[in-house]
């Protein structure tokens, strides 16, 4: 297939990107600047330059694709906004192709709130953290529209690659400074290792039923200082110092998006196992860290 992918240089983009090349695709990447283009460039994909935030200056260069991936995002203030513009743009024009385009939406882990105990599964009801609130109409509009096949995948808080969600906890116990945790070290992260995460996109984007949704789990929820001890001790902090934040402080740093990271959550990724024969190899996140601290 050809696949055109926004945000192939995130976290989650470079492994996608990887993944869909590895599998045979031919992937076409929208890149915003030189560096952007060159990694893309050097990872096997054809470049399409321009900005999410302006659809309407690189959507005619557009070649005909089988299939989208979206994984962009400036985590900014106008984030929802930004997307709405670019959807605006993007589903007409896939409409209007001459086959009917796969397109998978990236939703997340935070759009289900808080789960305590709970499971939370694909078929529970959204709950979503504020700053990403504006995500919910956006995959409804995906999976509603008849004239793309839209497929949802909701990510776990995503590790590994160059980037992904342990990489502040080491450099917080690299440069001996205390290790940050925001809200409590008993709170719960679903996770997914990116190689794992770039499977689940690959299997959806080649057999997922069009309007099917899915979460990308492969551990149901790690309470967040075990990570963060498990960093600590890999890269030779002998006694771990904690600094708990609060949730405040941490969207005063960061932006409002980071309130999710108290997020006590457990989310099941079995439905992409079942359905898609998803099989991620990371099960043990704390052990990855012995690998990715190195
Ligand atoms: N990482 C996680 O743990 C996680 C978990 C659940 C859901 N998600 C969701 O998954 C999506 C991707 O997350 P991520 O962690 O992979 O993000 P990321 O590492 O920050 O990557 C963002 C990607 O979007 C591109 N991008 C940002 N603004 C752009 C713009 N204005 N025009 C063109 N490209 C732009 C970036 O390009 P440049 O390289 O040029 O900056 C980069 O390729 C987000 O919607 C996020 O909410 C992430």
């Known amino acids: 297939m050809?696949?055109?992918?926004?945000g192939a240089t995130g976290t989650i983009g470079q492994a996608v990107l990887r993944a869909l090349i590895a599998r045979g695709h031919e992937v076409v990447a929208l890149a915003r600047s030189e560096a952007s283009a060159g990694?893309?460039?050097?990872l096997g994909g054809a470049?399409?330059?321009?900005?999410?935030?302006?659809?309407?200056?690189?959507?005619?260069?557009?070649p005909d694709v089988d299939g989208v991936i979206q994984m962009a995002c400036d985590f900014d203030s106008a984030m929802g906004e930004t997307e709405r513009h670019l959807l605006d743009g993007l589903l007409p024009r896939l409409a209007a192709s001459r086959r009917k385009v796969r397109f998978i939406y990236t939703g997340g882990c935070w759009l289900f709130g808080s789960t305590g105990d709970n499971v939370a599964t694909e078929d529970?009801?959204?709950?979503?953290?504020?700053?990403?609130?504006?995500?919910?109409?956006?995959?409804?509009?995906?999976?509603e529209s008849r004239d793309i096949d839209g497929i949802v995948i909701h990510p776990a808080m995503v590790y590994g690659g160059d980037g992904g969600v342990f990489r502040r906890f080491e450099q917080d116990a690299r440069e001996c400074r205390a290790i940050r945790v925001v809200g409590s070290e008993a709170v719960r992260w679903p996770l997914v290792h990116c190689d794992d995460l770039a499977d689940l996109y690959a299997l959806a984007l080649e057999r997922a039923a069009p309007q099917s949704t899915y979460l990308g789990v492969a551990t149901e929820g790690v309470p967040v200082g075990k990570i963060a001890r498990a960093v600590a001790h890999r890269v030779g902090v002998a006694v771990p110092v904690i600094d708990i934040v609060s949730e405040d402080a941490a969207a005063q740093e960061?932006?409002?998006w980071a309130r999710g990271y108290v997020c006590d959550q457990r989310l099941s990724g079995a439905k992409a196992r079942k359905e898609l024969g998803w099989a991620p190899i990371h099960l043990d996140p704390t052990r990855d860290v012995m690998e990715l601290c190195a």
Not at 2 to 6: A, I, K, N, T
Not at 124 to 140: D, E, I, N, R
């Open 124 to 143: 529970s009801a959204l709950s979503p953290l504020p700053a990403f609130a504006w995500m919910v109409p956006h995959l409804q509009r995906v999976l």
């Open 47 to 62: 470049v399409v330059r321009g900005d999410i935030g302006t659809p309407g200056q690189w959507l005619p260069g557009l």
């Open 39 to 42: 990694k893309i460039a050097q």
């Open 254 to 256: 960061l932006g409002e």
């Open 2 to 6: 050809r696949v055109f992918l926004l």
